[in-house]
């Protein structure tokens, strides 16, 4: 019934994270950023958290435990740390929820259980294409079958840690119908290209990927001759992205509040000004509500239900509020907001980031 | 456990009250906008006969369980202000205006159980279960106190001969005050205070029944919207008022232990999220009806488009539906806190703010893509954004919860964030 506290494992989960983020994440996420690096070892520990491998089936090493609830909670947690090293400790996910939700048993037979292991497998998601009216729904990168298997053909852009991955899921348009495919590395005509250069999250090495006639077996097709519901993991994708950035927003929004109470102006905090107090508690009222259509589309996704509404409901309103969190809080800090000593200006750039974002997180 | 299913016994209760606003409400909505302050019979009727049954039950069932004067010891949330809440949503759904016409003790009854004794909820609340219609009301407000309900200048004195309080002022915007005191045998709740010097220490609340005498109905007020709604001024000259009338301790507070003040104030963490839930309802209402009515224009969202993709309207019909739904899990939130007994203060007034700001947006969206016709009496549209903006302004201006959420927030004192 009608409950909006967090279980006990929940409770300790997000604890766990919340120390870790402030411990770990926040001691490194600025260096992080400016060199355009992974702090390896951070990354290593988030893996360590076992926010992924908790909700994998027991048959594959997991504890069988998948909830999108605990996993919203989580990866706002997680978030609000650092956004890049969040999206990097959850690339796993780009392949293993997929694997999860719509691979035939064979290839969760295959693929799954490395995903239970101490190291996080390097694998990685291509779905972004280079166009100005971009939708998930429509992609310009076919796969004709033929032969015993497909060809794949097209570009992909914002392809988390391409470089180094070893197996890629790649999503194209196979008459129209967008199904996945799982490539790994070096295969012929896959061929990782330019690293890109991005408004924040600079600690994510993201790539272009191109595919030039590059041929799959018929058993990589994700699904079988079942294929996929594309919908169904554009869902969890956005409940991952929705999260992060409540994450995000909730970081300006304290970051913003404390610092009012601190500056003194006129023989005073800030914060003792309406103009001030007000911004800080509408931000205050947005991350609540972003999180309460968060946590709903997480609770029908867990009951079954088909929650494509839900999701961009929440999507279109949570993007607005990170953007609109973000950007109040670097006007409070006014000067200092400016500054890269401060963190709120990279958490500007990132929140940008939510509105462009799709596939490149997922839970 | 996150969840968010509601309760199945309330589930059951909603259907019914939907169709009270099915039938009921809306074929009458439009009358009574017309007809400013005729009672709506048709809505009273049906819901004295459910409302009377169920007071008289649960007042025999207070009476039974806490005879020795314990509250009951419960187990479990308590889902009736649960159930209260999601009944307002549904019932302002039908019509806002109407809704707030239901016989029943409502604000005054809270204040009264909040802390009566049981011979006065015997005086006051017993009538509730039996005869004709009654209903309460809550006469705070005045001239000069608005959100600032320390100011109030109304003043009760107590006359030792006869052992009467006697009441001087005048209150405003009170709901239902001509229904309570002179259409029926009701009750409205008054606060004033017992020393002007002492502020908020010295406030205390007084139960005044109909035919007290010098209490008089100075005004009844033409408003933007919820016209069906009662709302009256009230004269106090000399009023005489029954010393057992006091509601809590009559001794005067110390500054820091404004109880009585503080008693009046947490009626609002009951009666803010009710707001709120009315301001939702009503929002509801007007998206449905711009959903229904483009959809048979062929205008639908189709919710696997990219943002790009969709028409302004579209996109519109998205925000209007992300912050109805996100106004109205900020009230669950607010009223499930208050189920399991916990403090809710600042959920209270987070919803109170946000709801009464969404209505606002949602119904005012709503005339605007109906085109030409939202403008007309053609569609209930244009009388929804008028009633919907009372959600924004009373039990607490948009502002004040604003003010509540930033003092709250930031660990402030009225001092520091003024």
Not at chain 2, 56 to 61: I, L, M, N, P, Y
Request: glycine content about 8%; charged content about 25%; aromatic content about 8%.
């Amino acid at each position: 019934m009608l409950d909006f506290t967090l279980d006990q494992e929940q409770d300790m989960l997000e604890r766990t994270i919340r120390r870790f983020a402030e411990e770990r994440m926040r001691k490194v996420f600025r260096d992080a950023e400016e060199d355009g690096a992974l702090p390896r070892q951070v990354v290593q520990a988030g893996w360590e958290i076992g926010l992924l491998p908790t909700g994998l089936p027991e048959a594959y090493g997991g504890f069988g435990e998948y909830s999108a609830v605990t996993n919203v909670i989580g990866v706002e947690a997680l978030a609000w740390g650092d956004l890049a090293l969040t999206l990097a400790i959850l690339a796993p996910n780009l392949v293993a929820i997929p694997l999860m939700v719509a691979g035939t048993p064979e290839q969760q037979a295959e693929y799954l259980p490395q995903f239970a292991g101490e190291e996080p497998p390097a694998v990685t998601a291509a779905l972004v294409e280079p166009r100005l009216r971009w939708n998930p729904r429509k992609l310009e990168t076919t796969a004709v079958a033929g032969d015993g298997g497909y060809v794949l053909n097209g570009v992909k852009r914002l392809v988390p840690l391409a470089d180094s991955a070893e197996l890629f899921l790649i999503y194209a348009a196979e008459e129209g119908r967008v199904q996945a495919f799982l490539v790994p590395a070096g295969t012929e005509g896959l061929t990782v290209g330019e690293r890109e250069m991005v408004m924040g999250i600079h600690a994510l090495p993201l790539f272009q990927l191109s595919l030039d006639n590059v041929r799959v077996p018929a058993e990589n097709r994700l699904g079988g001759e079942a294929g996929i519901d594309f919908g169904l993991l554009l869902n969890h994708s956005r409940l991952a992205l929705g999260a992060a950035a409540v994450g995000v927003a909730r970081a300006g929004y304290e970051y913003a509040r404390e610092y009012a109470k601190q500056r003194v102006q006129f023989g005073e905090p800030i914060a003792h000004r309406q103009s001030i107090a007000f911004m800080l508690a509408d931000m205050a009222i947005d991350v609540e509500s972003a999180r309460l259509l968060v946590w709903e589309a997480a609770w029908k996704l867990d009951q079954g239900q088909d929650i494509t509404r839900e999701a961009t409901v929440m999507k279109q309103f949570v993007d607005r509020v990170v953007l609109d969190t973000a950007d109040r809080a670097v006007q409070i800090l006014g000067g200092y907001g400016y500054i890269r000593e401060y963190p709120v200006e990279l958490w500007l750039r990132n929140a940008r980031g939510f509105a462009h974002f799709d596939g490149i997180a997922m839970i | 456990m996150i969840s968010f299913e509601m309760p199945e016994r309330i589930k059951n209760e909603l259907q019914m009250a939907e169709m009270v606003a099915r039938q009921v409400m809306r074929p009458n909505s439009r009358k009574y906008d017309v007809h400013e302050h005729e009672r709506p019979v048709e809505y009273i009727n049906v819901m004295w006969q459910v409302l009377r049954e169920q007071n008289r039950r649960r007042f025999e069932k207070q009476m039974q369980q806490n005879g020795n004067g314990d509250r009951p010891q419960r187990e479990g949330p308590n889902w009736s202000i649960v159930r209260l809440i999601a009944m307002v949503e549904m019932l302002s759904w039908g019509d806002a205006g109407m809704y707030l016409c239901t016989p029943d003790p409502l604000l005054g009854g809270a204040a009264i159980e909040a802390v009566a004794t049981q011979e006065q909820k015997v005086r006051f609340l017993k009538k509730f279960g039996e005869g004709e219609p009654k209903w309460g009301a809550m006469a705070i407000t005045e001239p000069g106190a608005g959100s600032d309900n320390s100011a109030m200048r109304t003043t009760a004195v107590l006359d030792e001969e006869t052992n009467e309080w006697v009441i001087n002022g005048e209150k405003i915007f009170i709901t239902n005050g001509k229904l309570a005191l002179e259409e029926s045998d009701g009750v409205c709740v008054v606060w004033a205070t017992v020393d002007p010097q002492a502020g908020r220490g010295g406030i205390k609340s007084f139960v005044v029944e109909r035919g007290t005498p010098g209490v008089s109905i100075a005004k009844q007020e033409h408003k933007l919207g919820i016209r069906v709604s009662d709302t009256v001024s009230l004269a106090f000259e000399n009023a005489r008022v029954p010393y057992d009338n006091i509601l809590g301790s009559p001794e005067v507070q110390e500054e820091k232990t404004t109880k009585g003040f503080k008693g009046a104030m947490k009626t609002f963490d009951a009666s803010r999220p009710a707001v709120a839930a009315s301001a939702v309802g009503v929002a509801r209402a007007a998206l449905e009806l711009a959903q229904e009515k483009l959809a048979d224009e062929g205008v639908t969202v189709d919710y696997t488009k990219a943002a790009h993709e969709m028409s302004a309207v579209e996109r519109d019909l998205i925000e209007m539906e992300a912050r109805q739904k996100a106004a109205w899990l900020l009230t669950l939130k607010s009223v499930v806190e208050m189920a399991h007994g916990q403090s809710n203060r600042l959920s209270a007034s987070i919803a109170k703010a946000r709801a009464g700001e969404t209505a606002t947006y949602v119904t005012q969206k709503a005339v605007e893509l109906l085109g030409p016709l939202g403008y007309t009496h053609e569609f209930l549209a244009e009388k929804w954004m008028r009633d919907a903006k009372i959600n924004d302004i009373y039990e607490g201006t948009k502002q004040i919860n604003q003010l509540i959420v930033a003092r709250s927030i930031l660990g402030y004192t009225r001092r520091e964030l003024k």
